[in-house]
């Protein structure tokens, strides 16, 4: 079984900052790494698969790299709206079984 | 408009039952692969499980907390999908949320609003 960890547990910036996310595989995943960003009372959104391709309408600042054990999300210059957890999640090839990671908080500083 | 929307939710003893059930509309139901994936209070998503399309083989697989306690089906005829969660645990309180999984994404592109659960005596 693929375990995902995820660093820093809580990220505190400021608007305007930057935000980098790790994701980190026991083993390789190949690019197959998705990342979400969920909010209290909402729905997870989904944001970047295949570890680097951005969801339909997900704005150009939210970008995704990586692949085999490491992954990186990058939030170039953080909104306001952006402050909320992301998960990041795998997917075994056969059969398809799926794994979260246990998320990291970016806050407001 | 694609929509997914989960009902069935409520508090429950210990040990008891509840069946959850999730609408789908706006997208082919019948070819789709669809999960559960839930949330405990202050903890992180945690994958349920998942049932395949009729024609990739209707098969189910679960997480290992709910292996032989919750069952996953679904009738196409109504587009609907089932969780059925038997020898409830309080560990088992959470919101539970229905996703369809999108193959080319390998991970879940439409969710629910998610419905509580709550196992407390």
């Known amino acids: 079984e693929i375990v995902l960890t995820q660093s820093p547990a809580t990220l505190s910036l400021s608007p305007g900052e930057r935000a980098t996310l790790s994701c980190r595989a026991s083993q390789s995943v190949g690019s197959y790494l998705v990342w979400y960003q969920l909010k209290p009372g909402q729905a997870p959104r989904l944001l970047i698969y295949d570890a680097s391709t951005r969801a339909a309408g997900i704005p150009a600042r939210f970008s995704g790299s990586g692949s085999g054990t490491d992954f990186t999300l990058t939030i170039s210059s953080l909104e306001p709206e952006d402050f909320a957890v992301y998960y990041c999640q795998q997917r075994s090839n056969w059969p398809p079984l799926f794994t979260f990671g246990p998320g990291t908080k970016v806050d407001i500083k | 408009e694609v929509q997914l929307v989960e009902s069935g939710g409520g508090l429950v003893k210990p040990g008891g039952s509840l069946r959850l059930s999730c609408a789908a509309s706006g997208f082919p139901f019948t070819d789709a692969w669809m999960s559960w994936v839930r949330q405990a209070p202050g903890k992180g998503l945690e994958w349920v499980g998942r049932?395949?399309?009729?024609?990739?083989?209707?098969?189910?697989d679960y997480a290992a907390p709910v292996r032989g306690r919750f069952t996953i089906s679904r009738d196409d005829s109504k587009n609907t999908l089932y969780l059925q969660m038997d020898s409830l645990k309080t560990e088992d309180t959470a919101v539970y949320y229905c996703?369809?999984?999108?193959?080319?994404?390998?991970?879940?592109?439409?969710w629910g609003q998610g419905t509580m659960v709550t196992v407390s005596s």
């Open positions: 049932i395949l399309s009729k024609g990739g083989g209707g098969t189910t």
């Open positions: 996703a369809w999984v999108q193959k080319t994404v390998g991970g879940f592109d439409i």
